[in-house]
């Protein structure tokens, strides 16, 4: 296969669903990982119980292990920029964590009949290069025959036993401030529906790409009560699981949520994945919007992300400068977006704006 014909192949019209999108909704998990077993190994620091990024494994008192596996169908249609987003994506969940990865494994899943090995190439080469980034090295894997592409990585990092940042410490007067800006879900969708008339899919993926590294170091150093990352349950279902696992409530501004402009103009055309709908309805028994925060908007906070940036609760006081310094590192869109109160576990709050706030 020559350079022009990898070049044309759009690998997400290999996908029937796209990106953490393809995500089985939280509902059907939740209720899942309710009926496993209690994990009863005392070095478990973090199990299933508090729906977190990654499992977190204490080998010494001073050593714990980061365990987490993420994988999917292709997001993106270039084979480089699918393995460079899968790669950064998962390994998003070892710095939600607060951690450093250490290395990782590769997941594929591959039909070769209808692709070239080229592509599996490519993939793994992104894959590569976006772990090198990391600082780290794909030291193995495995690969099935499938009928869909299916890429993704089983990373290992560590932390400091004391130092864990799951989504259970999350204390009401802590500000919420999110890192890189939503709407990925409705931008690869419209890409893919050959919808993307702004041409947006390039910002969106320089957004995916980003590394969340920077955003953990800033967030952790100022003492982050609880962090994670904005994927495929979309804002405010990441938050839900903060808000459940911390037992507080919280409040999302929603005029001060950086949105990818397109996502606006998309989603108010009707273009939005079935991930971000299927949140939604979940999400009805936990959020409370505001009479005035139009449907698409609803829809925007609840969008199926893929690589979207940490979502920290910072204590009041450290929350301006935390904003300060992730944009001094580039995520200019970074912004404090809500707060967390004290309240009913679980529940969520969506107002305009802290003025609009009674
Ligand atoms: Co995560
Ligand atoms: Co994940």
Request: net charge negative; proline share 6%.
């Amino acid at each position: 296969m020559s350079e022009t014909d990898l070049e044309t192949i759009r690998l997400t019209q290999f996908a029937k669903r796209a990106g953490c999108a393809a995500k089985q909704p939280p509902d059907y998990l939740l209720s899942l990982l309710a009926g496993l077993p209690p994990v009863t190994d005392p070095n478990v620091i973090v199990g299933h119980a508090t729906a977190d990024d990654a499992a977190v494994y204490r080998i010494s008192d001073d050593l714990a292990l980061i365990l987490t596996t993420d994988f999917f169908t292709p997001i993106v249609d270039r084979p480089y920029d699918f393995g460079a987003v899968a790669a950064a994506n998962a390994l998003s969940d070892v710095y939600a964590m607060g951690g450093t990865p250490m290395t990782a494994l590769s997941i594929v899943g591959f039909p070769s009949a209808t692709l070239p090995p080229e592509v599996l190439v490519e993939i793994l080469r992104g894959a590569g290069e976006k772990a090198r980034e990391a600082g780290i090295a794909i030291v193995g894997g495995h690969t099935i025959q499938s009928e869909e592409p299916i890429f993704g990585l089983a990373v290992v990092g560590k932390v400091h036993p004391d130092q864990v940042i799951d989504n259970a410490g999350a204390q009401p007067g802590d500000f919420l401030v999110l890192s890189k800006p939503i709407g990925l879900g409705i931008i690869t969708t419209a890409a893919k529906r050959n919808e993307d008339t702004r041409g947006a899919i390039g910002e969106a993926l320089s957004v995916m790409t980003t590394l969340n590294r920077e955003a953990s170091v800033v967030m952790t150093h100022a003492g982050a009560h609880a962090m994670t990352d904005i994927t495929g349950f979309g804002l405010l279902g990441h938050l839900r699981n903060v808000t459940a696992a911390s037992a507080v409530s919280a409040t999302i501004w929603s005029d001060l949520v950086p949105i990818l402009p397109a996502a606006i103009e998309y989603v108010q055309a009707g273009i939005s994945p079935g991930g971000t709908h299927a949140n939604r309805r979940f999400l009805s028994k936990w959020v409370d919007y505001d009479p005035t925060i139009p449907d698409w908007r609803q829809l925007l906070l609840c969008d199926a992300q893929t690589s979207g940036g940490l979502l920290a609760a910072i204590p009041g006081t450290h929350a301006a400068e935390v904003v300060r310094q992730l944009r001094y590192h580039g995520l200019g869109s970074a912004a404090i977006v809500g707060c967390i109160n004290a309240g009913q576990a679980g529940k969520i709050r969506v107002t305009i704006s802290p003025e609009s706030d009674s």
